[in-house]
Structures are given as structure tokens and as C-alpha cells.
């Protein structure tokens, strides 16, 4: 396996904004085709701000661009689940929206509802969960093997797992995923996160796709504020399985995460992992592919040398290319902005400039040095690029993992407290595991990932309760002879003859 010294970041939130340009042209367009007045939203200054409050669209809408009178003809484009917007104007039952990636369309009015979610908000998230996953990577880059996961998958799972937490079993959790925000805040903002992973347009160049499913004991009673919570915020259905039979369970579990991920992340669940004291998994499924905006030639990709330390080089198919990246070199390190498709998304590679340099650059992996890392990019129109293809398939049994970061009380039998999801405290998480596969190629990268957190019932010992008469006897365990035999009817009747 070869050990990479460079490291890839999906960056999946680059936000920006329409131009005011952009939206007097298409909100004067919208006037001349509307039949009727259309009462502006904001102020009658079409150049105004939108208002402060929040919108979101809570399913995948289609919308068009930028009158609604193309209902019934192809639709210009779909906003994601989730997706946040301001309301520009309202039309009867059309509303014209601005998403807070600078996207302007028609949608049907009923489409929107007010959030109680900002844009803050979402991005509090994300740099929580951009401090857990820098924190996990710290975790996991011991050795010399290739490194490859999804803090996403991660975070979802065990966001999921967090909705049925309490008490101290709560905190732990808050405390080392960086869930910092209010409860119900958090849920709602986990929801508007997750609309980022879906394709907002078929022609952008990107598929991406997550899903989440809740497996449960048959019979087996969840309360209905945690079933309703995953599913309106997480769309994570409760399916039943008998876990008596356990590898009927894996099996059933491990084919919904083939079907979600392109079949790139098999046998997630390994054999023996769930039991017949399980009685809820939590899963998550996200699936990513994307074509380079400027995509590499195969006929440039050629086999070259790649220093593996400062003695040992092995042969490896490296592409080239040239042409204009957003590109940085700082004193011990160059960086790499590789858009896809619409460039909603990007690779982000970080390479030290010396062969030996890759646990120091690590050691200065978190939050703030990567902001400012990527705050120094700038636009080169020809940069000279080569990049080794590669694929990699990991996996990691995270239950160690998390127990060190801080999450300890949840995997306590006697101790973890999940009584949002039953009422009781005899739930805790018995495992949590994950998967992952990336294929980087001259056309782009296909990445899958998927995370299963297993809950099991404390398993309680057989009881044995002599609490009324009962038949003793003792004997020889040699030869099996009986050599006393008895009963007792009152153990509280004075000794003697009867």
C-alpha cells in the first residue's frame, strides 16, 4: 500500500452569493412575465436586502428560472432537501427565492416554510464537525497505511445515536463531537446540513447522495419523540429485523448500504457484530461523485516515481496537467484547490515541500491553521500539476477511538444513559464502525462511506431467587450419590424436630 504524503479534503460547503446585478435583472424579469402585480417581499427598492428571517426547503424542489410560467416545461434546475433561502419575491402561489449559494428561482410557495435555522447556524455546525474530524484524524494517522474516512458519515451516525442520549451519556458526546449549540438548534441545523448532500442539479457535474436508516428489534418499543425526531430531521425510517437471527440482520443492513453507495462500501457490519441482544443499528450511507472541472488526460498520465520516505520510491500512475487552479506555497508547504464540476465542491490537497515532512504538517492539522491555509489560495492561470491515481478502500472499528476522544460513558453497560430512546437506561453502544472507498482518476473521484452504530440491551445474568419452599440436597459430585436431601418451607422456624 503505498503511503501517501499529501492530504485530501472534500470540501463540501463553498457558499457564496448572487450579484445585486444578478438579482434586480432576474426580479425585473419575473415583472414583465408575471399577469398580475407582484408585491415585493422586502421593500418596493428591488436592490434591497432580503429580510432576516430564514426559509428553507424542506424536500427536493425543482425550480425555474425565473418565472413560474414555465410550470408544466423541463424544470431549470432542483434545490436540495435543506436547502436555505431568502423569499424575493411573492408571486401568488410562486415565491421567487435566492439560495444562499447565489442560486435565484421560481418555486411553488408551499415548497417554503420558515426556518428557525440561520445560515450561523450551519456553519457553527460545520465547524464542529470540522474540529471532530481534524480531531479523528489525529486519532487514526498513526502507522504508514493510507488514511481515508468520512467525518460526515461519522457525525450523522452518531448525531442520530445523540437525538436518544441523556445526562451525562449526553454531555460526552456534545462535548467531544463539538455539538455546540442548544439541543432542538442543533437537530434542526443537522437537517439543513444534510440537504448540501444532494445534487442540486443533474448537469453540475456532481452526484452526491446521503441516507440514513434506523434498524430496530421487532417489538421492541422506541418512544415516539426519538422515531419522530430521526425521521423529520435525519429521514432515518425505523425498519424491524429479528436480531435473534444475526446474520440474517448483517445481511439485510449490509445490502441496504451497498444499494445507497454504488455497491463501493460492502459488508459494512462484520460477522459477529451484532447479536441477539442488539437492538437498534443507526446507519449512514453518503456517496460522492464528481468530474473535474478541467479534467486530466489519460494520454498525459504516465508512470513516474513516488518518494515514499527519503530512501524508498515506488512506480505509480501520475497525471498531469496544466492550467489555471487556485494555488498557495507558504514556507513548508504547497496547497492545492482541484474544483468539480460546478465547483461546489473541491479536493483540497496539502503537500509538504520536503519528502520527511508529513507527520510535522499533521501535527499542525486543526480548525484554524486550515482556514488560514485556505484563506492564502490564489488564482494561477498555469500551474504545472501532477497527481498520483489511486484508489483506497479503509475500515475502523471506532469504538476505541471514540472511548479515548472522551465518549466513554455511552459504551458503558452499567452507566450509559439513552433513555431518550426507550425511557429506560439499559441501552448502550456495543460498537460503531465504519467504512470507506475513494477512486482518484484523470475524469475525477468517486468516494463512499458509510457508519453503523450498534445498540445492545444490557445482557442480564439468569436470576435465581429462592424466595419460597424449595427441595436442597447435597451431593457427591464423584459418584453422584445423594448424601443429604431436604427441604426448606420456613427459613425463619426455629431449629429442632418436626
Sequence with gaps: MIRC???LLLSSLCIGCGSTVELNRSLSEVDRKQPNPVSPVVRENDSAPPRALKYLIP???EYYNPAPQQQGQPADGIFAAGTMVDILREAGQYVLVRSESGVIGCVAAEAVRLSNVSAADVFGLVRGCNQFALDLYQQLRSGDENLFFSPTSISVALAMTFAGAAGDTQAEMARTMHFDMPYAQFHESMHAFQGFWASPDKDSGIRLNLANRLWGQRDYQFLPAFRDLTRDKYSAELAQLDFADSEHSRQVINSWV???TEKKIVDLIPGGFL?????????????????WADQFKKEDTSDQDFQVNKTAKVKVPMMHRTGNCRYSALDDLQILELPYGDGSLSMIVLLPKRVDGLEELEAQLNVENLQRWMQSLKSNDRLEISLPRFKATTEFDLSRTLKAMGIKTAF???GADFSGMTGDTTLFISGVVHKAFVDVNEEGTEAAAATAVVISTVSM???FIADHPFVFMIRNNRNGALLFVGRIKNPAASPGNN
Excluded: C, H, K, W
Design 461 to 463: 445474568p439468569p436470576m
Design 5 to 7: 504524503s499529501i492530504f
Design 59 to 61: 424536500d427536493e424542489t
Design 412 to 414: 458503558a453497560p452499567i
Design 258 to 260: 451497498e444499494e445507497q
Design 275 to 291: 447479536s441477539s441482544d442488539t437492538r437498534l443499528v443507526l446507519t449512514n450511507a453518503v456517496y460522492f461523485q464528481g468530474n
